[in-house]
């Protein structure tokens, strides 16, 4: 397993990652949940990202048990904040000191650890001063709940002003997390220059949009019994914009490039984002634990340029590249 810098950092996070959004407390039963966070310790990975609204914080408390038991020292915890939880009232979401600190001491509390490496702003918020935000998260990280401080799907404008105001406030905005796969480009014009000049890496989720990449998704056929395109807890509607022939086509079109490298897809779509220099882990999730294994053999494979530009030319105008997709929601949820 490789490690890379996680920003202008000395954190070291692998750079296959585990998260269990969309699976453990929700897709996942608990069992099964550990049993793939075992097998992500058995193969060298180290760092896990989680966050308080994944199932309404049950995820939290089965990646806490997953992780007990384990030299804490020897992990890299993420979670964020944001999104409503519990009954969901006026306060109980968004980025206000009141939800930070509320949220970071539940989150400790169900990961059952006394601070997280990373502590993330799941979204940007606009209802709240962005001062009020890094003040709070500032205090997080001189309480010692959390080591550093990453941001979630923000745009380049407001990853910058983050960054001016954590260096004033004398703590570490080092990470974003965006959506990121050969579909899904909308970070590379405006995101990632502006994060190589502030000192930000990024931890990317749905390397391989979630498993259209795989190509187990075949043009014209339904969609397999059990997969995220027949879950209607969320996965469904997540999947959804890339389930139509003509992206179904191309992405199966990748596949005589997968077997050049000696891939399967997934290894492929997992590879693949990792040749940005500025991307300093892949967000892999799992329902079975022999998926694990297959993702980590992404980790240390170089693609050619020759072979980059012919993935660009298989997909060729179905790639999404406009900034204007960063997921900012306009309101608190």
Not at 295 to 316: K, T
Request: charged share 20%.
């Amino acid at each position: 397993m490789k490690y890379r810098y996680l920003g202008n950092s000395g954190l070291k996070i692998t750079e296959i990652t585990y998260g269990n959004w969309l699976t453990h407390g929700s897709q996942v039963e608990n069992e099964a949940a550990i049993a793939c966070v075992r097998a992500a310790l058995d193969v060298g990975i180290t760092s896990f990202d989680t966050a308080d609204v994944y199932a309404n914080t049950a995820a939290e408390s089965v990646l806490g048990e997953a992780l007990r038991g384990t030299r804490r020292e020897s992990l890299e915890i993420f979670t964020k904040v944001y999104f409503a939880t519990g009954p969901k009232g006026p306060n109980d979401a968004g980025l206000s000191r009141k939800h930070i600190m509320e949220s970071i001491n539940g989150s400790l509390r169900r990961l059952d650890t006394d601070y997280v490496d990373l502590y993330q702003a799941h979204r940007y918020d606009v209802e709240t001063p962005l001062e009020e935000t890094m003040t709070a998260f500032a205090d997080v990280v001189r309480q010692g709940k959390a080591l550093y401080i990453g941001v979630s799907e923000w745009p380049a404008d407001r990853i910058r002003a983050a960054a001016a105001m954590a260096k004033d406030l004398n703590f570490q905005l080092i990470s974003n997390q965006p959506q990121y796969s050969m579909l899904w480009r909308v970070i590379e014009d405006q995101v990632v220059p502006t994060c190589e000049e502030v000192g930000l890496s990024q931890i990317v989720w749905s390397p391989v949009a979630q498993g259209v990449l795989t190509g187990k998704y075949l043009p014209g056929q339904p969609a397999p019994a059990g997969s995220r395109a027949t879950d209607t807890k969320g996965g469904q509607q997540m999947i959804g914009r890339f389930m139509n022939d003509d992206v179904l086509t191309r992405v199966q079109g990748l596949r005589p490039i997968a077997d050049e490298l000696g891939l399967t897809m997934a290894q492929l779509a997992v590879a693949w984002v990792l040749q940005n220099r500025n991307v300093a882990a892949a967000i892999i999730g799992a329902s079975r634990p022999e998926q694990i294994a297959e993702n980590v053999s992404a980790s240390g494979v170089e693609i050619p340029d020759e072979l980059l530009a012919r993935i660009d030319g298989v997909l060729g105008d179905i790639l999404e590249r406009d900034p204007a997709h960063t997921r900012t929601p306009p309101t608190r949820p």
